[in-house]
């Protein structure tokens, strides 16, 4: 039964999901919610306060990325996403807490005043706000991963998981905003990111957002 996952993968919580079903082999599909688009009554179920991503999978619906792929992991366990041993399980919710402080800290001042807001609700954004919150803030984040990245490139138990999803999806949307890792100051955290973000269940939404935002960009 294919499962509907509703959102934009431009969403970090979105492409989480869209990236975890996909390296679970999942049979699902993305209907678009967001950017305007008036959401579908069967979104509504999903998700009554209107977050993206929701979920609809037969008669089952959800909403969160949390839930979601904690869903998605025990509806399909193989391949092991989110580690059963206690200790790298706690670590990999750890990481995927901190690809939130990244949205909470960096993507609403970056991602909005740069691109959500001039692009998609037609108003300028704060720009000396994204600015500021990429000079100070930005930094100290990277600065954190630079210090926990294994020598196998892998955030937990040296093998990809869903740390590695959470962290490298909000740094990807930050990307679009022109946000980067600096690779001089955090050349390791830059490494990791390219290495994550090569993986064809990266590959294929972040190619597409590309060439939607290219194809939407302002006159």
Not at 58 to 87: K, R, W
Not at 95 to 103: A, C, R
Not at 105 to 118: E, H, M, T
Request: hydrophobic share 45%; aromatic share 10%; net charge negative.
């Amino acid at each position: 039964m294919t499962m509907t996952i509703y959102g934009a993968t431009l969403s970090p919580f979105v492409r989480k999901t869209v990236v975890f079903a996909t390296e679970k082999g999942l049979d699902f599909e993305v209907v678009p919610v967001g950017g305007g688009l008036a959401p579908p009554p069967e979104f509504l179920q999903s998700s009554p306060f209107r977050k993206i991503p929701g979920l609809k999978h037969g008669e089952f619906t959800i909403s969160d990325s949390t839930a979601i792929v904690t869903y998605m992991d025990a509806l399909q366990p193989e391949p092991n996403l989110i580690p059963t041993e206690a200790q790298a399980r706690a670590r990999t919710i750890w990481f995927e807490e901190f690809g939130d402080t990244l949205v909470a800290a960096c993507g609403g001042k970056i991602v909005f005043n740069r691109l959500v807001s001039p692009r998609f609700l037609g108003k300028p954004g704060d720009l000396a706000a994204a600015d500021e919150a990429q000079r100070t803030e930005f930094p100290k984040l990277m600065d954190y991963l630079e210090t926990v990245i294994p020598a196998s490139g892998y955030l937990v138990d040296d093998r990809f998981t869903l740390a590695d999803i959470a962290v490298a999806s909000p740094l990807a949307t930050l990307a679009h905003a022109d946000c980067f890792v600096d690779a001089g100051a955090h050349p390791k955290t830059a490494a990791y990111l390219e290495k994550i973000l090569a993986r064809p269940s990266f590959a294929g939404p972040l190619a597409q957002e590309k060439a939607f935002l290219k194809a939407t960009e302002p006159a």
